[in-house]
């Protein structure tokens, strides 16, 4: 593995970092009784927060001044039942708000989740798997505590700092004027540092991607590291993209902490310029010892939200990037999708026609991989698909499945365009299988009856005997009920694509595609598949491609594929009697096994 493959750090469009906070915050209007509920709590703990220091300044001016024991006892009275109101109110507007992010990460994973699966295989093409995993899990993670603050700190921080500043300025201009005097030095540095920060903290979240994406890799492909004694390697590389990752993480956090000294050193002067008119103030006829208390308890209340709003925006800085990879996903269009006005494929019989399709990949649009291709499948017909690797036989069954949309010209399944058909409609009448076949963790049972969910067992076991895998499965400890991990670690070759051939076949496709499906099977086995798959291919419609020509000498009709086009069309018998390309790869195949 190259570790240029993974240093490779996606591409993401620019967009406005607001417009990516306002989209982010529409999560939060499906929630709006909750939200209701919140500001009213909010609005009676702020309310007694700022109570507070008044509550102190009559308890000396007033009650400690007049000796007043009784009127101090009922005003700590009363201090205590609204601090503890206080409390309450705190601890359940947390509650709620968290209760409400955890529900939005949870909307929005999902809807990610959803919008990958509509995404079309060249999304795929394009991405190792570790980087999407990172922004389905990391990057909606990371969202959490900027969606819950957004509520429960920077709405009630923002009004208390709005709320002390007016009581200060009412109470003391002068005084007020001192405590916030250094506000625009602090504004103009935060915009300084986020500017700086933000870019760093992109890089940081691509660097992350791309150890996810080695790591996912590494471990998928462990068998072969350790059969080539491949771990320096693998060791090498990963220590390569975790310097690039700490690296990325020092870059951006260097930047992100300077938001505390700098608020530190603006609360400080703040501080100092207050104590420093106070003292010129204080005394009779100017303010009194209550008033200048009240007033150091306020310049803390104004301080402690202001320092808290700047970590906020600072978690802004660092997380808005996740949001941003992730919308950048959601914004991206399948390129294969349904047009507005397409219908329901009915029950098909199976007839396909290529009406002169030509195709290219959207990477190489110069070079055509299928070159007006035209033919016509009847009903039933099994069609054999040979010729070299590259030619364009994958890429054949891959048109029909509309896994790709064709370049030129049109494909016809018992007379409909397959881009005036639902995608839906046309793949769940199709059966695939491919070399390449995936078993999920879990049973056999659930694993073949992912062909059809509500199959019955009679189905099941119908289809696993067709294809002769009911024998092993029942020798196996439980039966259909045995688990089996991701891909069928502890099956054999020839056993996992034997589940995938009940899987398929109990889809019950009105067209069956098999890529390459029989080539890991013993020969002995494939003879038991080949039993079981004449029986199910009667009466439908069968793409077979195939390297190992003694598999499809029984086919209807073999198309010779090269350079993108048919060259060759006929049974065995037709083919071998021309003598022509056919001919050619079927001696050389068996010269070679003689």
Not at 95 to 123: C, D, G, P
Not at 152 to 157: A, E, Q, R
Not at 437 to 449: C, H, M, V, Y
């Amino acid at each position: 593995m190259s570790v240029n493959t993974f240093k490779e750090d996606e591409y993401q469009k620019e967009v406005l970092k607001k417009d990516t906070l306002f989209r982010l915050y529409r999560y939060l209007l499906a929630y709006t009784k909750q939200i209701i509920i919140v500001f009213i709590i909010m609005a009676v703990t702020i309310t007694i927060s700022m109570l507070n220091p008044l509550i102190i300044e009559r308890a000396i001016d007033v009650h400690i001044a007049d000796r007043d024991m009784e009127g101090l006892i009922y005003l700590g009275v009363a201090a205590v039942v609204l601090n503890v109101i206080y409390v309450i109110g705190v601890k359940l507007r947390m509650y709620i708000m968290a209760k409400m992010s955890n529900q939005v990460l949870l909307t929005i994973r999902n809807e990610l989740y959803v919008h990958i699966q509509k995404l079309s295989f060249s999304f795929f093409d394009s991405r190792p798997t570790g980087k999407i995993l990172a922004r389905v899990i990391g990057d909606v993670n990371s969202l959490k505590e900027v969606l819950s603050d957004s509520v429960t700190k920077l709405i009630p921080d923002f009004l208390t700092v709005i709320a002390v500043a007016a009581i200060m300025l009412v109470k003391n201009a002068k005084m007020a004027m001192a405590a916030i005097i250094t506000l625009p030095f602090l504004a103009v540095g935060m915009y300084i540092i986020q500017t700086f920060s933000h870019r760093r903290w992109q890089v940081y979240r691509k660097k992350n991607s791309n150890i996810n994406a080695f790591i996912h890799e590494d471990l998928s492909g462990i068998r072969i590291i350790q059969s080539f004694t491949a771990e320096k390697e693998s060791d090498n590389t990963f220590d390569v993209l975790l310097k690039e990752h700490r690296n990325a993480f020092v870059s951006a956090v260097t930047f992100a902490d300077a938001f505390g000294p700098l608020i530190e050193i603006t609360w400080g002067v703040g501080g100092f310029l207050l104590y420093f008119i106070g003292i010129k103030l204080i005394g009779p006829g100017e303010i009194g010892v209550g008033t200048f208390i009240a007033f150091s308890t306020y310049l803390s209340m104004f301080w402690t939200p202001i320092r808290n709003l700047a970590n906020f925006y600072n978690k802004i800085v660092t997380n808005i990037s996740a949001a941003e990879r992730i919308f950048d996903i959601m914004d991206t269009q399948p390129e294969i999708a349904d047009k507005a006005d397409v219908y329901e494929l009915p029950e098909i019989q199976g007839e396909v026609v290529f009406d002169k399709v030509s195709f290219a990949y959207s990477d190489e649009p110069e070079t055509m991989v299928l070159d007006q291709v035209s033919f016509k499948v009847k009903p039933g017909e099994t069609i054999a698909l040979v010729g070299p690797t590259g030619a364009g036989k994958t890429t054949i069954v891959n048109l029909i499945s509309r896994f790709y949309d064709i370049t030129k010209g049109d494909i016809y399944v018992d007379g409909h365009s397959l881009k005036n058909v639902s995608i839906h409609s046309l793949r769940k009448q199709m059966g695939i299988m491919t070399q390449d076949n995936f078993l999920f963790s879990g049973t056999i049972r659930e694993n073949i009856k992912y062909g059809r969910l509500n199959a019955t067992d009679e189905e099941m076991v119908e289809a696993a005997k067709a294809v002769n895998a009911h024998e092993f499965i029942m020798k196996l400890e439980k039966g259909y009920d045995t688990v089996i991990s991701e891909r069928g670690a502890r099956l054999s070759i020839g056993q996992r694509q034997l589940l995938a051939f009940a899987r398929t076949m109990i889809s019950k496709p009105g067209i069956l595609i098999l890529d390459e499906a029989t080539s890991s099977i013993d020969t002995h086995t494939e003879i038991l598949v080949q039993q079981g798959i004449e029986t199910l291919l009667k009466g439908r419609t069968s793409f077979v491609i195939a390297h190992r020509l003694s598999t499809i000498k029984k086919a209807d009709r073999i198309f010779v594929i090269n350079h993108g086009k048919i060259c060759e069309e006929g049974n065995h018998e037709q083919l071998m009697a021309q003598k022509g390309a056919y001919y050619g790869l079927y001696q050389a195949q068996f010269k070679n096994i003689a």
